[in-house]
């Protein structure tokens, strides 16, 4: 095997192993476009908000539920989760104001959501935005937010991907070597 073809190789089994951890592309945040929907949950899946709009009514609640293996967080204007939301995490906040509240993933660029309540007119609008503090976000008194819940599952899920980049990084280095050791050989 040749330097270049080995070179080729190491760089295509890396590329295997990288390309499905990249963040989604941009344009609400999922790959097939922006969803509607409605109901109580927003599901995390693939880096996706699904839906990526969710219509509420004034006093209800919405939760969002991690169920890629990797992290997330939910943030919007003076409100959201923005600790490491792991898989398996759940988040609830609760909407009693009328308007629209976007949110979006610090971590995953073009990952972005929005609730519209009621109508979707009314403060949660961007009219009553304070951008005086660019630090962590006071409670909102137009969103009440509950705690964090984690299932009993989740430490498999951050080992098992602690696992997997240890053996693909221990495989690409082994190749690697293995190649470079065949072309000073020869």
């Not at 221990?170 to 470079?180: E, H, P, S, T």
Request: charged content about 10%.
């Amino acid at each position: 095997m040749t330097r270049r073809s080995g070179i080729l190789a190491t760089a295509s089994f890396l590329a295997v192993l990288v390309l499905p951890a990249l963040p989604a592309v941009a344009g609400g945040g999922c790959h097939g476009g922006v969803t509607q929907g409605t109901g109580d949950t927003v599901e995390i899946v693939d880096a996706c908000f699904t839906p990526t709009t969710l219509n509420i009514q004034p006093g209800d609640s919405v939760t969002w539920v991690n169920t890629d293996s990797f992290v997330h967080n939910v943030g919007g204007n003076l409100w959201g989760h923005f600790d490491d939301l792991n898989g398996g995490q759940s988040f609830t906040a609760t909407f009693d104001q009328p308007g629209v509240f976007p949110y979006a993933c610090t971590y995953h660029p073009g990952m972005t959501g929005a609730i519209i309540v009621g109508d979707g007119t009314g403060v949660g609008n961007g009219q009553a935005v304070d951008v005086s503090s660019f630090g962590q976000p006071e409670a909102s008194p137009l969103i009440r937010v509950r705690t964090v819940t984690q299932p009993a599952s989740s430490a498999p899920v951050a080992i098992g991907w602690v696992a997997g980049a240890a053996i693909g990084l221990g495989l690409g280095l082994g190749l690697g070597a293995l190649v470079r050791r065949r072309s000073t050989a020869g």
